[in-house]
């Protein structure tokens, strides 16, 4: 096992990003780290790699799969760990000290609030 296998880069109930894939299509997706596969074959790589079940988190999202019939969307199924940067806290920190950017994450806008305020901004232009 290499040095890269021995830290893991997520873990189960985890958000994550997805990071350097083969296929462009799944660059950025958020996803859900729902379950470990272990070691696994994964295509283009001689070695197995660490991979995970995960689910994608955001509406409207898709993780593209290649094989022999083409290109498929799913919005769940395996991912290496290489692929994926973990975007909540490592588990052990005390969330305490993540309280503020949970409440950013609640105030993002919703579409309907974000087309309110483009619709006030374009009549204040005129």
């Known amino acids: 096992m290499s040095t ?7 873990a189960v109930g985890d958000l994550a990003i997805t990071v350097n ?3 462009p299509q799944n660059l950025g997706n958020i996803v859900r ?7 696994d074959e994964w ?3 001689s070695e197995l790699l ?13 993780l593209f799969y290649e094989n022999e019939n083409g290109i498929k969307a799913h919005t769940s199924g395996p ?3 290489i692929y994926l940067r973990r975007i909540t806290p490592p588990q052990g920190y005390l ?7 949970e409440q950013l994450q609640l105030d993002f806008l919703t579409q ?13 232009d005129e």
């Open 43 to 45: 295509q283009g790589y």
């Open 79 to 81: 991912a290496p760990d």
């Open 50 to 62: 660490y991979t995970w079940n995960v689910e994608v988190a955001t509406e409207g999202g898709a």
């Open 95 to 101: 969330m305490e000290e993540f309280v503020d950017s």
């Open 33 to 39: 780290i729902v379950s470990s596969v272990g070691f």
């Open 112 to 124: 309907e609030s974000a087309n309110q305020l483009l619709e006030e901004e374009i009549m204040h």
């Open 21 to 23: 894939c083969k296929l």
């Open 4 to 10: 890269q296998d021995e830290r893991l880069n997520c």
